[in-house]
């Protein structure tokens, strides 16, 4: 699978390693331009290649993984998404801790706001509910395996990323529709921090 990140943080770079680990391609992109990438590209190896947000999210799969303040404008540099499956990492901080603030989004969960921005996308919400340095070891532990809650409304996008996460080693677990498991996982939501391991 070709995988595109939207985003080059910590939480892309967790994904793209585990991603690269089990043999997918990886197109990582930001807001700087693929020269700036080309030190982590060369880190991650010849599955990794850098280019524009437009073309990484040209992928069979798509990582959202921006600052909250910046998705609409990446939002708006891309072109019609429609099928690809769009896994939405974000978390609604209008700024960051320690003097976070969380968005105002009304009656809107944190990804029904994201899907509404990018029409025909396939949006699930995943990976937003883990901090990034837990994203990033093997998921697989002597006790069990790290649980991915995963949110969305269609639901073979949904057995892709679940697929993918189990690849990867984590369990995860389907929480329904982006409103009301994805109103579970985002800011704010009981199971937002929650790190647990499912005994297998």
């Known amino acids: ?76 540099q891309l072109p019609p998404l429609d099928g690809t499956v769009v896994i939405d990492a974000t978390n609604q901080f209008d700024s960051p801790p320690p003097n976070a603030k969380i968005a105002d989004l009304g009656d809107l969960t944190g990804s029904e706001y994201v ?6 996308a396939r949006v699930v ?20 395996r790290q649980v991915l809650f995963l949110a969305g409304d269609d639901t073979d996008a949904k057995n892709t990323v679940m697929g993918l996460a189990s690849q990867f080693g984590f369990a995860p677990v ?14 704010g939501g009981p199971l937002s921090g929650l790190h647990a391991l499912k005994q297998d």
């Not at 899907?115 to 025909?120: C, K």
């Not at 389907?174 to 800011?187: F, K, P």
């Open 115 to 120: 899907a509404s921005l990018l029409p025909g």
């Open 1 to 76: 699978m070709k995988i595109g990140t939207l985003g080059a943080g910590t939480i892309a770079q967790a994904i793209a390693r585990h991603a690269i680990r089990h043999g997918h391609e990886v197109v990582l992109s930001n807001s700087r331009g693929p020269a700036s990438l080309a030190p982590l590209v060369k880190d991650l190896g010849a599955r990794a290649t850098a280019a524009t947000p437009a073309e990484a999210a040209a992928a069979d799969l798509v990582v959202l993984a921006v600052g909250w303040p910046q998705v609409p404008d990446v939002a708006a």
């Open 125 to 144: 919400k995943a990976f937003n509910a883990l901090f990034a340095q837990f994203i990033a070891p093997d998921p697989r532990h002597e006790a069990g």
């Open 174 to 187: 389907d929480l329904g529709t982006l409103r009301e498991g994805g109103r579970l996982i985002q800011l």
